[in-house]
């Protein structure tokens, strides 16, 4: 069955701010009338805002003790299997696993395996490579990166409703909003 209905989706609804005090109050409002899905642009890092808007922190300093710990435990593995099974030599009279010995490489390899866990955490978690995303629908978007701020509630928000969000982004002082397609 054949219909003439747009089935364009909603993605969201977008406000725009001309200052950074204003989307930080913006953000304040937002999160206080109890949308959680919302997501902030700005041509300059605020820390406030971030902090507004993210209150759950990433498990990114997990992953990368974990990398790191692996990294200990292999460089360790390896050079205890490598002195005591593989190739055993007695030099000396010396213990074959002499940990002490052991530990500058390991040290480096939990080094090597945190800074890739870091590397490869970040550009997963972040959801990299994006070279599309629905706020570009948006015309006045391509001015997030010069000297406007956005501020997004996403249709996947329990709380959204599409007239109702857009009457209250109206309401924090928006200089204008707008719907985000797909």
Same mark, same amino acid.
């Given at each position: 069955m054949h219909t003439n209905e747009s089935t364009t989706s909603l993605h969201g609804v977008m406000a725009e701010f001309d200052s950074a005090q204003e989307i930080v109050d913006a953000a304040r409002q937002t999160m206080a009338q109890g949308f959680t899905k919302v997501e902030a642009y700005s041509p300059v890092p605020i820390e406030e805002l971030n902090d507004i808007i993210h209150k759950t922190r990433t498990i990114l300093p997990k992953l990368v003790l974990t990398g790191g710990i692996t990294g200990m435990a292999s460089g360790f593995a390896l050079q205890f299997w490598a002195s005591t099974m593989a190739y055993p030599m007695n030099i000396g009279g010396r213990p074959q696993a002499s940990w002490l010995t052991f530990i500058i490489p390991s040290y480096e390899l $939990?080094? =090597?395996? !945190? +800074?890739? $866990? +870091? %590397? %490869?955490? #970040?550009i997963v978690l972040s959801g990299l490579p994006?070279?599309?995303h629905p706020v570009f629908n948006v015309d006045r978007f391509? #001015? +997030?990166?010069? *000297?406007?701020?956005? =501020? %997004? %509630?996403?249709? !996947? *928000?329990?709380?959204?409703?599409?007239? +109702? $969000?857009t009457e209250f982004l109206r309401s924090t002082g928006a200089k204008g909003v707008y719907d985000v397609d797909e």
């Open positions: $939990t080094i =090597l395996f !945190a +800074a890739l $866990t +870091a %590397v %490869v955490g #970040m994006q070279p599309y391509s #001015m +997030a990166s010069s *000297d406007k701020f956005f =501020l %997004v %509630v996403e249709s !996947a *928000d329990p709380k959204f409703d599409q007239q +109702a $969000t």
